[in-house]
């Protein structure tokens, strides 16, 4: 039986970075992988990751014998703890100037002791690694998010304090959405503070009978569906309209959302009874995804073309998943794409997320 320290004891002699993996087709074809500077139209790009993992042995432990469930069983999975001189190579070879950093929420559900914990340890180290590489890295903070009164403690802390950007936080919380009215307090803080809440899919726990079989479908399925609910119920539930200047970023393009947004415009025609009358939305429901923000992590450059042209190129970021080595060649995507303009390149490869994020580069 796999143990909190047989598991451990794996990971500290396991901690040499791995950035092999193939090339997607496209690039394998016509490009050679993207090197530091990035340029475009013969200038200097500042190339933002804005969906980069990380993790640290001192919260985990707190997790005793359940550490073991924490890390995903995919490739790149040791290098959650980041080497710095190892993660930095890799970042120089795909063209990234910053990550920004995030730590996927495993502590929800856990006692309010011992959550404020795991999240004060991650804070305090997301916040000296950025302090130690300022140019290289920034970050989300973990957040209490089922302790709502806490969390709000911890985004002012980690914003004011710790110059952290923002929150990573879970599609869901133990199944229950953040539209909830429970987590307001938690929106209306990181309104007030212009703090960026960067969704991640977290569980989607009903439905764990249906993705056993081939393909890892809770992830490929389960996790672009936990983010389109997510955004979905900040939509219909008005709270978009509540907060209107709440920044919310979305991993992996929104989930399906902006594949079918249209179908949204509808539903209240169609099925009024399905809809409550006393929720009146200011804007049609596909109207609300040009105030929202979404990383690139799409695949192809039809995908991305899709997203620009549902979203607006304004609303679109570098995404990799790293270490999860989802998407290799993040730049060669953009640069792939060649249905955006030069403009659109820029601030998809960059200058969005330094907008959004107030980044500064030296």
């Known amino acids: 039986m796999t143990t909190r320290r047989t598991f451990m004891k794996g990971l500290a002699g396991g901690l040499a970075f791995c950035s092999c993996g193939m090339l997607d087709a496209a690039s394998a074809q016509h490009h050679a992988p993207r090197r530091l500077p990035v340029m475009v139209s013969g200038k200097r790009i500042r190339t933002v990751d804005v969906h980069a993992h990380c993790l ?9 014998d359940a550490v073991a469930r924490i890390l995903p069983p995919t490739k790149g999975q040791q290098e959650h703890f980041i080497v710095v001189e190892n993660r930095l190579r890799s970042m120089d070879a795909m063209g990234i100037d910053m990550q920004v950093l995030s730590i996927n929420p495993y502590w929800y559900g856990k006692d309010r002791d011992l959550s404020a914990k795991i999240v004060q340890i991650n804070n305090e180290k997301l916040a000296e690694l950025c302090a130690s590489h300022p140019d290289r890295f920034a970050a989300f903070a973990s957040l209490s998010l089922h302790h709502p009164d806490l969390a709000v403690q911890e985004l002012e802390d980690a914003i004011k304090k710790k110059g952290l950007k923002g929150a990573a936080i879970g599609a869901n919380v133990g199944g229950v959405d953040f539209a909830n009215p429970k987590f307001h307090p938690v929106l209306a803080k990181a309104e007030e503070l212009g703090a960026t809440l960067f969704i991640h899919p977290y569980r989607l726990g009903e439905l764990a009978s249906r993705f056993k079989g081939n393909g890892w479908l809770a992830n490929v399925v389960g ?17 978009l309209d509540k907060f209107p200047k709440l920044k919310v970023l979305s991993a992996h393009g929104g989930g399906y959302l902006p594949s079918y947004a249209p179908r949204s415009d509808h ?9 409550d009358p006393t929720i009146q939305l200011k804007k049609k429901p596909t109207e609300y995804l040009n105030q929202l923000y979404f990383d690139s992590l799409v695949f192809t450059p039809e995908a991305l073309r899709h997203l620009v042209a549902q979203v607006g190129a304004s609303q679109i970021m570098l995404g990799t998943d790293q270490p999860i080595p989802w998407e290799e060649h993040p730049v060669d995507h953009v640069f792939a794409t060649e249905s955006l303009n030069d403009s659109q390149k820029a601030a998809i490869l960059g200058k969005n997320a330094a907008h959004l994020l107030d980044l500064k580069f030296s």
Not at 223 to 239: C, H, M, R, S
């Open 223 to 239: 996790n672009p569906l936990d983010t389109t609910i997510a955004l979905q119920k900040l939509i219909f539930e008005g709270v």
């Open 56 to 64: 640290f042995h001192e919260s985990l432990e707190l997790m005793g």
């Open 267 to 275: 539903a209240c025609f169609v099925s009024p009874q399905n809809c």
